[in-house]
């Protein structure tokens, strides 16, 4: 198998794919493989279709179908047994089926058609083997048959006679339709092809071969066809039927025709009714009616009248373009019509002529076409008819139906092809076709075709206007038809419309009467009367030029035609006008309307006017000219702009006219006549005059002077005033023609002329005629003329004052002409050579006055010109001498930009209209502005100017923005342009006025964004002019900005912003460094811009720039923070936010220390945008940690508080900083952004450190007095969410700074236990500390030793509360196992055991609490460390610089948790020593040091037992035995029920359930951990109140003076807690236990002890209130208790026990220490001694302090003297112990009470306790 077949077998089982794409490329690709190898694909072909005989018939169509593109492509290379083959199987599968698959057997049967057009034989012989008589055959045979001879005439002939022979007898048996049809199909197609075949009989190959031969056969057809099936009612049928029956009825015998037309005829025309598509009866009807005329019938003329009808219908029914039969049937139709025409033309005129005066619009328009028809196909039957038809054309010439006149004009281009226009009646055919021609164009032309129903008269228009061209052009015959008679219709204005067609037939018809002679070109104007004159001509033709693209481009034909024309226009135009006229016509080619400019080319036919004017040179054709221009003004009344220039060409032929006389009578007549009420008429006539004043001056100022005096301008007056108001109005418009005369005059005479009388004549002549005077005049003003009448009330009053002259205004197109005559006037002044001699005297008041017109003008619309005028006339004014003074050129500047720049852009329906005058407007203002800057080229006159315009630039409303930034723009480039450096001098405002168009560039208009990026450009290059750069030079980077200008039109808002960077990149590299701050600080006043795009691109250039160029602005870091956080007060646009943070994160990545700075100085506490500031540093992990670092460093390094006393007030107070302050709220906002993450983890261990301190040095520290009444303001007006109490905020930044760092379990932990909250108080903060320590070493070990690093290096800082808390908390490090995990265990006691020595006691107790947390932390380490351990806690026990022994009873404590886990032969050294330190504290007279002692004894005695030395310690306990029996009976359980037990008591925090401790008022110490809490002084609480002067009466409470509850008497004054003052401790406070009430049940109490009592009330309660005295020189001993004694001094109530060993067991109160009085023998009796403070007569020193006995019974008191044993001097330093001495407080004595005592002073007295009554010493 070859390669062809393989892949013909590929593609022919590909064939059977689903998709029918697939399936069309399988049958191409096919195609194309037979186009290489036609047999093998053949073959492949056929093969495949024999060997798939079940292939479905759609796939065998498919096969089929390329087998015949293939042979159809190459038949002259198949041989004839490849032909056999494809034959059969064509045959084969044609007829495999009896039942019709059309498309299958349609293929098959085209295989056969194919392949006999070449081998007929073969295929004929293979059907005439299906086609057998006396059977039907295959459908599809007969219809192989029928294309078969179709295809191959001269083949399939021969086989007809044999062929129909056989089909004949099968007529009769076919009964189905299907059959019929074929049989038709059959003989019509055999019928053409004998036709065809008799055509060409001489090329035939059988020239024997005659039409009778056929007919025999033909009629017996015939018979079956007409008779039997033509009456079927399937309409397929008879369709096929009349298709046959049309080519049969020429192979029917003549007489036969004859015979059977009468019912042939008929028979098919009803077929009409039947069927909606008649072009098959239609053309079977033509051939019928051929067949007929040629055997010469006489049967046909009777039917001529239904036939005739019947085609009439048929043509006047509506063309479908769309559908094609519908048209071919049209041309059937009238081929019948013309097979009429030629055997009979009169029957058929007279059936057609009659109906072209139908009412019925497709009649006429479908009986003008047959008319069309005929003379086109029946000219020779038609010739002498043509009058007729003339006159009956008359009627159809008035019809107004677009259709009807569309089908007029087809029919008369068809007369003038026949020569019908020759003939008389001619003239109104050619006339119509101009009128035609002269239609108005649509003005939204519709695309139709010629042969639809929907025309309009733009479509006759345009065949009117081919049909005049071909006429003249290609009917030779028309040319004397033509010419001249077209001329006529050049200068009537009714054909203005059809004169390009017409110039362009002229053209033509002249070029060929030129060529036959001169003199049959040249128009006899003179015999002819309906000719125009050469100066008619001329004058339409140049005027109707003047609007050159008009009416088809009537401009070049207009000039086209004066060219040809002109030997008939002057003789010696010729050679003139042939080198003048193809000039304009090159500038009409290169130019279009839209594109032209008007004015220049008025110029230019004005010109080629003089030009002709001064070629003639002949004052009586020039006249003649003039005349003919004025008369032919008239016509032009509706065509202003015509009109206009044919006003200026009057005024160029009497300008060269040399008779005054003619010149005067015609300026006179001029103005008489002219139209003043129209405004352009009033134009062209001052342009007239002005044009003519060139050369006659001084009688055009004539003619103007005696006009204003003539009676014209007295209208009004006389009786008729009741037309006063119109009459004034007309008045108005004569005047501002005669200003505007004035002014053209001015502008267009001779300067030398003009400048003498223009102060002196013009210009007080336009003003008198403007105005009216209502007072005197200043000056003369030249002129006269009769003052008017008194004026009537005017709703427009407008009074000025120029020239001298108080004037009153009302007519708004009066204002108009005056100020365009200023404007002309003041222009030929700027004009003249000489102007700068010139001094303008007069130029300030027409500068005020057309400022005046200029305001009076509405600024929301732009209606009038008076505007633009205005400012033109005051740019000319501008440059003139003497110079505007700087206010008047302000006014002028914002009174311009007012007016202009805020009129509303117009309505869609209304821009064209208006858009012109706005944008002349424009114009005149950047005219304007530009003159200005010319007088200041210097850059504070160009920052003049856009100050000016920075209001508009910014304006909300985007029209005025574009107008704004287009004029800067325009001025910018003007600047450049006109930019002169002689030296090397800054452009000092560059940043300002960049930064005040960079926002624009992304506004919201596109054409805004472009102007922007133009102003830059020229600022960028002016720059570069400054630095002395070539006005050439390019630079690169410059240049770029064109590009991204060409971007701005339509971008998205990605790219805009993008481009907006790139912008401001280039900014950044060419912009001088001095001038960067001046431009980031006008940008930043663009982030508030109400256009949001452009405050974001503000936003985005500045960070731009920050980083490109912040390296240089660290001096003005201060001011662009600043300016940046106040700006931010003015925006809330998310955007703008994240930009403005961007920029300070710019900022500090360059100069972070500066912005950390700047921003530290915002005023506390920080308002939001400064957070978001703070928050914005924390966006990348370098900066981060840079100003972590410095806002530490700012944090730590200050003073944290200063010492503060309050106005009446002795307690000093503590203020926080602000410095400090102010860094830890940033630290706070820094650390609170997630970004911030990375750099407080880099920072953890610093940040930590740091911010506790920075917590406790804050605890009781308050705000400034300023910030304090700001934040009760905050807080009254809406509560702030964050504090700026200093603590809180340290608090809150350490929270941050942990959740940041990670540990957000440390900060839930904490929350849990209420740490935070303690740490904020003085009460709790060391408990809080100690929580937050536990909480770190539960949850955040790894952290611990870089931050306990931290903290030890703090151990040498200056403030004790500092000291205080990280002590605190490395000492409560021990007591977590964690440290011993993390090896810290070492360098922990080693840091805590340095500050043993502390000066601060509160730290060398915590140090104590430390090392006892061993036990609970690593308690297999206290072995280890049992010596270092014993000798810090011995040391402690021996702690003489604690006077509240707090240290030692911390040591007691912690010794007694270390005891049970000591090594015995560590212990046992030292247990006697402890033993014997701690037995002092057994009768302390605080509760804490008593349980805690004697706890701690027990240990002791539990450690002894099997250690060797119970011996030594019986001794200790032998005799300490008694106080510990006596305090089973102490008042307190605490001391009572104490437990020799290893427990470590639980801190008794008041209210520690319920939430933190408060603070008492002035201060208070830490609460002991495991010890009633006593009244401590902290570092930072106020210090102890010092004594007042002498008599202060201050509130004590008893318990001060008694050492334990008060007792009082029933009637006692209570004083609630808050008037406790400064030295009361607080309910639960520090102190609240040792204070607190013993519990009811605690046994009986001393005698007394509860008299007076009733009700104790609640804990910390004051009851009395003491007198107090004091001597003045008398001084407090430190370490003292207030009555001298030692300050651990029992104070319980009073009760103790008397030690002397007589009075075991008996109370001796409260002098039972050291009592020196004599022991009574017996034991028994007592003595009362009330001991008080006495006041000795001589002073005592400062150190000083006497007591004597006031007992009345004592021995020693009796005489009143002191009582020896208890009067004592007392020294400073260390107390020292003195017997029997009570404890109290010296200043406070009990007022109204008494103190009972018992002391036995004999056996011979027993003295029972007495009161003293209420005196006090």
């Known amino acids: 198998m070859t390669y062809v077949k393989k892949l013909a077998a590929i593609l022919l089982d590909a064939v059977t794919d689903k998709d029918p794409l697939v399936q069309e490329q399988v049958c191409g690709a096919l195609c194309a493989l037979g186009e290489a190898a036609p047999e093998e694909a053949l073959g492949a072909c056929e093969e495949y279709l024999r060997q798939h005989e079940k292939l479905a018939h759609p796939y065998r169509t498919m096969i089929l179908r390329a087998v015949e593109v293939v042979v159809s492509s190459h038949i002259g290379e198949l041989d004839k047994a490849k032909a056999r083959a494809v034959t059969l199987l064509a045959s084969s599968e044609m007829t495999r089926t009896k039942e019709l698959v059309y498309d299958w057997q349609r293929a098959a049967s085209d295989v056969l058609v194919a392949v006999g057009k070449r081998f007929v034989g073969t295929v004929m012989e293979e059907l005439l083997s299906k086609f057998q008589p006396g059977a039907l055959p295959h459908c599809f045979v007969v219809q192989t048959l029928a294309n078969l001879s179709a295809s191959n005439v001269f083949g399939m002939v021969p086989f007809l006679t044999s062929i129909l022979s056989t089909m004949l007898p099968m007529l009769g048996m076919a009964k189905h339709d299907a059959m019929r049809v074929a049989f038709c199909c059959a003989l019509q197609h055999f019928s053409e092809s004998i036709l065809e075949y008799l055509a060409d009989l001489d090329q035939a190959p059988d020239p024997t071969v005659r039409k009778d031969t056929f007919a025999t056969d033909m009629l017996s057809a015939y018979d079956i066809l007409f008779n039997c099936w033509l009456q079927s009612r399937e309409a397929k049928l008879r369709l096929a039927v009349v298709e046959a029956l049309g080519p049969m009825s020429h192979l029917l015998p003549g007489e036969k025709l004859e015979e059977q037309l009468p019912k042939l005829l008929p028979g098919v025309l009803a077929l009409y009714k039947k069927h909606a598509e008649t072009f098959h009866v239609s053309k079977s009807l033509g051939q019928i009616l051929e067949a007929a005329v040629s055997v010469g019938s006489r049967t046909l003329e009777p039917q001529l009248d239904s036939l005739l009808a ?142 639809s129903e929907d025309l309009t008269a733009d479509s006759v228009r345009a065949i009117s206007i081919s049909t005049l061209y071909l006429v003249s052009t290609t009917v030779d015959r028309m040319s004397d038809v033509l010419w001249p008679y077209l001329l006529a219709f050049l200068t009537p204005v009714r054909f203005t419309g059809a004169l390009t067609p017409l110039c362009r037939s002229l053209v033509h018809l002249a070029q060929k009467r030129q060529e036959v002679g001169a003199e049959a070109f040249l128009i006899q104007s003179d015999s002819n009367v309906t000719l125009p004159s050469p100066y008619a001509i001329t004058t339409r033709l140049l005027t109707v030029s003047s609007q050159p693209y008009m009416g088809d481009g009537r401009g070049a034909a207009s000039l086209r035609l004066l060219n040809a024309l002109h030997r008939s226009i002057h003789p010696l135009l010729e050679q003139r006008w042939a080198t003048t006229i193809p000039p304009l016509l090159e500038h009409l080619d290169e130019f279009t309307e839209e594109t032209l400019s008007q004015k220049e080319w008025e110029e230019k036919l004005l010109a080629f006017l003089r030009d002709t004017l001064a070629v003639v040179s002949d004052n009586t054709w020039i006249c003649q000219l003039g005349l003919e221009m004025c008369k032919q003004l008239p016509c032009y009344n509706g065509l202003p702009q015509e009109k206009n220039f044919l006003y200026k060409c009057v005024g160029t032929a009497l300008g060269a006219a040399s008779s005054k006389d003619v010149v005067t009578k015609q300026l006179r007549e001029l103005l008489e006549t002219a139209g003043h009420q129209d405004e352009a008429e009033r134009e062209g006539l001052a342009c007239c005059f002005g044009i003519c004043a060139v050369s006659h001056l001084d009688d055009v100022l004539a003619q103007l002077g005696d006009f204003m005096r003539s009676d014209v301008f007295r209208k009004s007056t006389g009786i008729f005033n009741i037309f006063k108001e119109r009459s004034e109005n007309e008045l108005e418009k004569l005047k501002g023609t005669v200003i505007l005369c004035y002014g053209h005059v001015a502008a267009r005479a001779p300067r030398e002329l003009v400048l003498p009388k223009l102060e002196s004549d013009l210009l007080p002549s336009m003003f008198r005629y403007f105005s009216t005077k209502v007072g005197t005049r200043r000056a003369a003003c030249g002129g006269g003329g009769a003052p008017p009448g008194p004026r009537a009330l005017i709703p427009f009053t407008f009074v000025v004052q120029v020239l001298g002259i108080k004037v009153e205004t009302k007519d708004p197109a009066l204002k108009l002409c005056l100020v365009q005559s200023v404007f002309m006037a003041s222009q030929a002044i700027c004009s003249n050579a000489q102007v700068g001699s010139f001094h303008f005297s007069r130029k300030p008041d027409l500068v005020a006055q057309m400022m005046e017109f200029i305001k009076a003008e509405p600024r929301d619309s732009l ?331 700012k944090m730590s390094r200050d003073v944290p508080f200063k010492e503060t006393r309050a106005f009446l007030s002795s307690s000093p107070g503590r203020e926080a900083t602000l410095l400090p302050l102010a860094a830890t709220c940033a630290l706070y906002e820094v650390m609170s952004t997630p970004a911030s993450g990375p750099a407080v983890l880099g920072l953890y261990p610093q940040l930590f450190a740091a911010l506790l301190l920075r917590v406790s040095c804050t605890v009781g520290v308050v705000l400034p007095r300023t910030l304090q009444a700001k934040e009760r303001r905050s807080a009254a007006s ?258 009572s029920s104490v437990r020799p037990v290893h427990e470590r008591p639980q801190p008794q925090v008041r209210g520690a359930g319920r939430g933190p401790a408060e603070a008492p008022p002035g201060g208070a110490g830490p609460a002991l951990r495991g010890v009633p809490q006593l009244r401590l002084q902290t570092p930072d609480a106020p210090p102890p109140r010092p004594p007042g002067p002498p008599g202060e009466h201050q509130p004590v409470l008893l318990q001060e003076q008694l050492g334990g509850r008060p007792r009082c008497r029933p009637d006692a004054h209570r004083v609630p807690g808050a008037a406790r003052g400064g030295g009361a401790p607080a309910a639960g406070g520090p102190g609240a236990a040792h204070h607190s009430a013993p519990a009811a049940a605690q046994g009986p109490g001393p005698p007394g002890a509860r008299e007076g009592c009733r009700d104790s009330g609640p804990p910390g309660e004051v009851r009395l209130r003491l007198p107090q005295r004091h001597h003045p020189d008398k001084q407090q001993q430190p370490g003292l208790n207030p009555l001298g004694g030692p300050q651990g001094a029992p104070a319980r109530g009073g009760v103790g026990r008397c030690r002397h060993p007589r009075h075991t067991g008996v109370q001796c109160l409260p002098f039972w220490r050291g009592c020196r009085r004599p022991a009574p023998a017996g034991g028994g009796g007592a003595s009362s001694c009330t001991p008080q403070l006495r006041f000795p007569i001589k002073p005592l020193g400062p150190q000083q302090v006497a007591w004597e006995c006031k007992d009345l019974a004592c021995p020693r008191g009796a005489a009143g003297s002191a009582c020896t044993p208890f009067r004592k001097t007392l020294n400073r330093g260390r107390p020292q112990a003195v017997a029997g001495w009570p404890v109290g407080n010296p200043e406070s004595r009990s007022h109204g009470s008494r103190w009972e005592n018992t002391c036995i002073e004999g056996p011979e007295r027993t003295r029972a306790p007495r009161p003293h009554g209420n005196r006090a010493a």
């Open 310 to 451: 019947a085609l009439h219908a048929q043509i006047c029914v509506p063309v479908e373009s769309s559908s094609p039969l519908v048209v071919s049937n049209q041309k059937e139709v009238l081929r019948c019509c013309t097979v009429l025409a030629r055997c009979a033309p009169d029957r058929i005129l007279a059936f057609l002529l009659p109906k072209l005066d139908a009412s019925n619009e497709r009649t006429r328009v479908g009986t003008l076409q047959v008319v069309r028809h005929v003379i086109n196909s029946a000219a020779s039957q038609m010739e002498v008819k043509k009058p007729f038809i003339l006159s009956s054309m008359r009627l159809p010439l008035l019809d107004t139906n677009t259709k009807v006149k569309r089908a007029v004009v087809q029919v008369i281009s068809a007369m003038a092809h026949h020569g019908y226009l020759e003939q008389p009646g001619g003239e109104l055919m050619v006339e119509y076709i101009v009128q035609q021609c002269a239609l108005p164009p649509e003005t939204e032309p519709q695309k139709l075709s010629p042969d």
């Open 1278 to 1535: 809406a509560p702030a969410p964050r504090t700026l109490e200093p603590c809180s905020s340290a608090v809150e930044a350490l929270q941050a700074m942990l959740l940041r760092g990670g540990s957000e379990d440390v900060v839930q932990h904490m929350e849990l236990e209420g740490g935070w909250q303690l740490l904020r108080t003085s009460a709790g903060h060391e408990e809080g500390v100690a929580r937050l320590a536990s909480a770190m070493a539960k949850f955040a070990g790894p952290r611990l030793p870089l931050v306990m690093a931290a903290l030890v290096c703090t151990q040498g800082s200056t403030y004790e509360i500092q000291r205080v808390t990280s002590t605190g908390f490395l000492a409560e490090l021990l007591n977590s196992n964690v440290v011993n995990d993390l090896t810290l265990l070492e360098s922990l006691l080693d840091n805590l055991a340095a500050r043993q020595k502390d000066p601060c006691a509160s730290v060398r107790r915590l140090v104590l609490r430390g090392l006892a947390n061993i036990a609970s932390g690593s308690p297999d380490k206290v072995q280890a460390h049992g010596p270092q351990l014993l000798t810090a806690v011995l040391g402690g026990l021996d702690d003489r610089d604690d006077p509240h022994s707090l240290v030692a009873l911390e040591a007691m404590v912690g010794l007694a948790r270390l005891l049970d886990l000591m090594e015995p032969q560590d212990l046992h050294p030292v247990l006697l020593h402890v033993a014997i330190r701690i037995r002092p504290f057994f009768d302390s007279e605080k509760t804490e040091l008593r349980s805690a002692s004697i706890r701690l004894f027990g240990h002791l005695n539990k450690a002894c037992h099997g250690g060797g030395c119970e011996d030594v310690f019986r001794e200790q306990v032998v005799g300490g035995l008694v106080p510990l029996l006596l305090h089973l009976q102490d008042p307190q359980a605490a001391v």
């Open 863 to 1193: 209606r009038t010109p008076i505007r633009k005028k205005a400012m033109l006339a005051c740019t000319c004014l501008v440059s003139l001498e003497p110079a505007l003074e700087e206010q008047v050129q302000a006014d002028l500047t914002r009174s311009c930009l007012s007016s202009v720049l805020s009129v509303l852009p117009d309505p869609e329906g209304e821009r064209d209209h208006q858009e012109s005058l706005y944008l002349d407007t424009m114009h005149a203002l950047e005219d304007l502005l530009t003159s200005l800057l010319r007088r200041n080229m210097t850059p504070q006159g160009l920052q003049i100017m856009v100050e000016h315009l920075s209001p508009w630039i910014k304006s909300p409303r985007g029209h005025e923005r574009v107008r704004a930034l287009g004029l800067s723009a325009c001025l910018l480039q003007h600047f450049l342009d006109h930019l002169r450096v002689g030296a090397l001098v800054p452009f000092h405002n560059l940043g300002l006025l960049i930064g005040l168009f960079s926002p624009r560039c992304a506004d919201l208009w596109p054409a805004t964004r472009q102007e922007a990026v133009s102003c830059i450009y020229a600022l960028l290059y002016l720059q570069l002019g400054y630095e002395g750069f070539a006005r050439d030079y390019r630079d690169d980077a410059v240049e770029r900005l064109l590009t991204l200008k060409d971007g701005l039109v339509h971008p998205d808002p990605d790219v805009l912003f993008h481009t907006c960077h790139s912008i401001s990149q280039i900014i950044a590299k060419r912009l001088p460094p001095e001038q960067l701050i001046s431009l980031l600080l006008t940008m930043f006043e663009g982030l508030g811009d109400p256009d949001k795009n452009c405050s974001r691109a503000a936003a985005v250039m500045i960070n731009c720039l920050l980083r490109e160029r912040g390296n240089v602005l660290l001096e003005k870091v201060p001011e662009l923070v600043s300016v940046l956080r106040s700006k931010l007060q003015d925006t809330r646009e998310e955007d703008i936010l994240q930009a403005a943070q961007h920029s300070v994160y710019l900022l500090a990545s360059q100069h972070c220390a500066a912005v950390v700075a700047s921003l530290l100085g915002s005023p506390l506490p920080f308002d939001s945008h400064t957070c978001t500031l703070w928050r914005a540093l924390a966006v990348e992990p370098g900066l981060t940690t840079q100003v972590l670092g410095l806002l530490l460093d």
